[in-house]
């Protein structure tokens, strides 16, 4: 994988403009919080949990591939007890530590709570976009906002993530959100020129590492 020089940094941003899209919160059923490797986003839950905005929180998430022997057990428990290190009622936040991608997440969500009307998803903020485009498949009934960690692109990396991977990740979902739609796992988003190009160059300088290895092995010809 290439150096992170200011080019790569500058098509970088580009990605992260993309991805990390805004919505307006409002009071919600619950607070959801999307399991990774950010402990932030579970921070982030808890700040809205206080600020009461929902008064339940659930945290979805077994282990994946960037968080296998990271916790002790699935994302969700690792989740709530920071949650609940932060001041959160136990008895307010539910665990569910079986989905391992996101629509998953929604599915067992949305299992637990079927009727809710009004939700509040949090994820890290390079996943706002996914999140958005597979809930308008998976749950479109629901009024969903998103959210995420608020913070800068040179925030993002740390201690179990770099800026490589980070960058690798943004790439790998950008081919997501143009191949996903034709499998029924998302809804059909946006790819302007600029993020294209953005993609183009960051594939070119090897951040192909969250890309599929068909996709992988066939962009190495």
Not at 63 to 89: D, I
Not at 170 to 185: E, H, K, L, S
Request: aromatic share 8%.
């Amino acid at each position: 994988m290439a150096a992170v020089d200011q080019s790569v940094l500058r098509h970088a941003r580009v990605l992260w403009d993309y991805h990390n899209t805004e919505t307006p919160l409002e009071t919600a059923d619950a607070i959801i919080g999307l399991g990774s490797y950010d402990l932030r986003v579970a921070d982030r839950c808890a700040q809205l949990f206080h600020r009461g905005l929902a008064s339940r929180i659930i945290f979805t998430g077994a282990s994946g591939n960037w968080t296998q022997g990271m916790f002790a057990g699935s994302e969700a428990a690792a989740f709530l007890q920071r949650a609940v290190s932060l001041g959160v009622p136990g008895e307010a936040i539910t665990a569910e530590e079986k989905a391992t991608n996101i629509g998953e997440n929604i599915g067992f969500v949305r299992s637990i709570i079927p009727d809710a009307q009004r939700l509040i998803w949090v994820t890290k903020p390079q996943t706002r976009r996914r999140v958005s485009a597979s809930l308008a498949v998976k749950w479109p009934q629901v009024t969903s906002m998103i959210t995420a960690p608020e913070h800068s692109l040179a925030e993002q990396p740390g201690k179990h993530h770099s800026l490589e991977a980070l960058i690798a990740e943004m790439v790998g979902d950008v081919w997501r959100m143009a191949a996903y739609p034709d499998t029924g796992f998302q809804a059909l988003q946006p790819l302007g020129a600029d993020v294209r190009m953005a993609f183009d160059r960051l594939v070119t300088a090897g951040f192909t590492n969250h890309l599929p290895p068909r996709v992988r092995s066939l962009l190495d010809r």
